[in-house]
């Protein structure tokens, strides 16, 4: 069983920057992916991006070119660099471990982008 606990998240003017972690324990042996979700008040949870423990990464259209998913193996922490951010940014942000057919989530953290 995999526990992720997220943190970073924060209240932020447009335009502004903030980084997200995700510290991963137990046990991480199979993990295929890390992922980043959102989840808007009203609004389904949504993806925002991956990364492969072999470093590939994907993003959604809506935050590509804004956000840089990354990963330190040695520390099993996963982060989420955001910049330029907007108000449609604001969200709960959630961590996701993917073990083939089992996927743990995290608790979440709120990004809030107003002025």
């Known amino acids: 069983q995999v526990h992720l606990v997220e943190s970073g998240g924060g209240l932020v003017q447009p335009g502004g920057s903030l980084r997200l972690s995700c510290a991963a324990s137990g046990n991480m042996f199979n993990t295929y992916l890390m992922a980043w979700y959102r989840q808007a008040p009203g609004r389904q949870r949504e993806y925002v991006a991956y990364?492969?423990?072999?470093?590939?990464?994907n993003y959604a259209d809506s935050v590509k070119g804004r956000f840089t998913i990354s990963i330190d193996n040695a520390k099993n922490t996963m982060y989420l660099q955001m910049d330029s951010l907007k108000p449609e940014d604001t969200a709960i942000y959630y961590c996701?471990?993917?073990?083939?057919?089992?996927?743990?989530w995290g608790q979440g953290t709120q990004v809030t982008v107003s002025q």
């Open positions: 990364i492969t423990r072999a470093g590939l990464t």
């Open positions: 996701k471990v993917n073990q083939g057919s089992s996927d743990s």
